[in-house]
């Protein structure tokens, strides 16, 4: 199994609303990564989990909470968000090798439109 | 401060010619590049990479070559097809860091 597939594929969401954006892996990586994309710009990374800790949190507003509850899952959870917070949010997984080099593997992403 | 740029946004190219896609890096710690494919409204798909201690890297049709001194890397695609248009992303990392950084990506055009 070499996919990383994302739940849900589009989202609309209120700015009260909470809704949570799933991610999931069987590649047996151990780094898991939540990006955002918006139109004809370049993914920006949010958040990396390394060995389902949290390595890396690039100032995200805590209105983006992440959760990685084992190994294959990762988890968006998203509060109060604001029309400017709509894009494309993309998971990624990688194998974490004693190198460091590593491919991210990217899931197809999910829509998220905040009204 | 952009580290990774690619300053072409977009680029056409006849089907069976060589497509070129270039990318230059600021950061001198980068070891280790990417290219990524994306088609819309999908993830980006990883293509091919390099480390810093090869000058070239090949995968069928596409080729990537470094050129450390001038913090430098191509894309080469030969011949190309219509399935190759695309937004392709250049990205860098180092071993210091989980961390990928891209460029802003080039749109590939492939005229028939």
């Known amino acids: 199994d070499t996919e990383v597939t994302q739940t849900p594929k589009h989202l609309v969401m209120g700015m009260t609303n909470k809704k949570s954006l799933k991610c999931e892996q069987h590649m047996g990586h151990r780094a898991m990564y939540w990006y955002k994309q918006k139109a004809k710009k370049p993914p920006e990374l949010m958040f990396v989990y390394s060995y389902e800790k949290l390595s890396i949190n690039e100032s995200v507003p805590s209105r983006f909470s992440p959760e990685c509850p084992n190994s294959s899952l990762l988890n968006l959870h998203l509060h109060a968000l604001q029309p400017e917070d709509s894009a494309l949010y993309l998971c990624a997984s990688s194998q974490l090798t004693s190198g460091g080099y590593n491919e991210q593997f990217f899931g197809p992403g999910t829509r998220l439109t905040v009204l | 401060d952009q580290q990774v740029k690619q300053n072409s946004p977009s680029l056409s190219v006849q089907e069976g010619r060589i497509s070129i896609l270039n990318c230059d890096y600021t950061?001198?710690?980068?070891?280790?590049f990417l290219w990524y494919k994306k088609y819309p409204a999908e993830g980006p798909t990883f293509l091919i990479s390099?480390?810093?201690?090869?000058d070239k890297n090949e995968d069928g049709r596409f080729t990537v070559f470094l050129n450390k001194s001038a913090k430098h890397l191509s894309l080469h695609i030969v011949p190309s097809q219509p399935g190759d248009s695309a937004v392709y992303f250049c990205?860098?990392?180092?071993?210091?860091?989980?961390?990928?950084?891209f460029g802003k990506g080039t749109r590939l055009h492939i005229l028939p």
């Open positions: 950061n001198s710690m980068f070891d280790y």
């Open positions: 390099i480390s810093s201690i090869k």
């Open positions: 990205a860098a990392s180092s071993n210091r860091d989980d961390k990928i950084i």
